[in-house]
Nanobody
Framework: VQLAESGGGVVQAGGSLGLSCAVSGLSVSSVDVFWGRQERGKEREVVATFRRGSSATYADSVNGRFTISRASAKNTMTLQMNSLKPEDTAIYSC?????????WGKGTQVTVSS
């Protein structure tokens, strides 16, 4: 199983970025999917969750600004980030979980300048 993120970069505060995660080795429609982020020196936090059969949920810090989705035809998951703030600066990683295992991508850097 492999997950590979793309779409990170540098954006000004108030701007938008879309992250994509290409998944191989399993179907995104058969697992729970998540996006997490990790700032330097801090623990990783999950910012968006999309479990099978449920609506997406978000951390309070990003609710109303970020949107998680999955595209079964392309076997990808995405994170659309709007109204970005400097405190959103972090390495963002996608995560896919089955009952018996969890898989993370290597991450992509998102930097929001003030």
């Amino acid at each position: 199983v492999q997950l590979a993120e793309s779409g990170g970069g540098v954006v000004q505060a108030g701007g938008s970025l879309g992250l994509s995660c290409a998944v191989s080795g399993l179907s995104v429609s058969s697992v729970d999917v998540f996006w997490g982020r990790q700032e330097r020196g801090k623990e990783r936090e999950v910012v968006a969750t999309f479990r099978r059969g449920s609506s997406a949920t978000y951390a309070d810090s990003v609710n109303g600004r970020f949107t998680i989705s999955r595209a079964s035809a392309k076997n990808t998951m995405t994170l659309q980030m709007n109204s970005l703030k400097p405190e959103d600066t972090a390495i963002y990683s996608c995560n896919a979980r089955k009952v018996e295992a969890a898989y993370w991508g290597k991450g992509t850097q998102v930097t929001v300048s003030s």
